[in-house]
């Protein structure tokens, strides 16, 4: 089993940056790739941005060039900088990891409002 927690989440205007966090315990040797993903209401959860362990990234359409995903694997933390926030980035934001053999993990999510 795996643990995600993500921290940071918040209001901010429009044009401005947030930087999310997840940290991850438990058996994170069985992880594969970890992502971000998010849900507005109303909406179905989208991909914001994966990275694989071997460092390669991927990010949706609406995040190419204002959002960056890194990973720290000796802290086991997951990040996501996010600047040029716009009203329509709205939404829960929530940790993903994979599991090499099996199993998707999930954090609780952390709430970005951003107002125009």
């Known amino acids: 089993q795996v643990q995600l927690v993500e921290s940071g989440g918040g209001l901010v205007q429009a044009g401005g940056s947030l930087r999310l966090s997840c940290a991850a315990s438990g058996n994170i040797f069985s992880i594969s790739f970890m992502g971000w993903y998010r849900q507005a209401p109303g909406k179905q959860r989208e991909l914001v941005a994966v990275?694989?362990?071997?460092?390669?990234?991927n990010y949706g359409d609406s995040m190419k060039g204002r959002f960056t995903i890194s990973r720290d694997t000796v802290k086991n933390t997951l990040s996501l900088q996010m600047n040029s926030l716009k009203p329509e980035d709205t939404a829960v934001y929530y940790c993903h990891a994979k599991g090499r053999v099996s199993g998707d993990y999930w954090g609780q999510g952390t709430q970005v409002t951003v107002s125009p």
């Open positions: 990275i694989t362990d071997g460092g390669t990234t």
